[in-house]
């Protein structure tokens, strides 16, 4: 059984960078042909993409968050990361990590923004809030 559980501050300053490791038990990062992936709930607009690691470290972003957006991976710890630069009050929300199991990497490149399908072992979320 694959668990995921996020990790990070619950509470980041506006402008500053907010940043959240993944654990990942019962199943390797790095396992053919899986990635990685974050996704937030923002109160009042649903679930968002951010990006996705794939399993052999190439990154993915959704066009709308990709300026600020920066995923990495930590294979000899099985933890994937995601930091979210210059954040503002509007990205207070709850961060989610996941795994994509039959990922289609064209379409990711393409910029696709995948739904919640997509996915099929999520996190539990933490809450971060921006707040000064």
Not at 87 to 103: F, H, K, L, M
């Amino acid at each position: 059984q694959v668990q995921l559980q996020e990790s990070g501050p619950g509470l980041v300053k506006p402008s500053q960078t907010l940043s959240l490791t993944c654990t990942v038990s019962g199943g390797s990062i790095t396992a053919s042909y899986y990635a990685w992936g974050w996704i937030r709930h923002v109160p009042g607009k649903g679930l968002e993409w951010m990006g996705v690691i794939s399993y052999d470290g190439d990154t993915y972003y959704s066009p709308s968050l990709k300026s600020r957006t920066s995923i990495s991976r930590d294979t000899s710890k099985n933890q994937f990361s995601v930091q979210l630069s210059s954040v503002t009050p509007e990205d207070t929300a709850v961060y989610y990590c996941a795994r994509d199991p039959n990922p289609n990497y064209s379409d990711y490149a393409e910029g696709r923004v995948p739904t919640k399908f997509d996915y099929d072992y999520w996190g539990q979320g933490t809450q971060v809030t921006v707040s000064s």
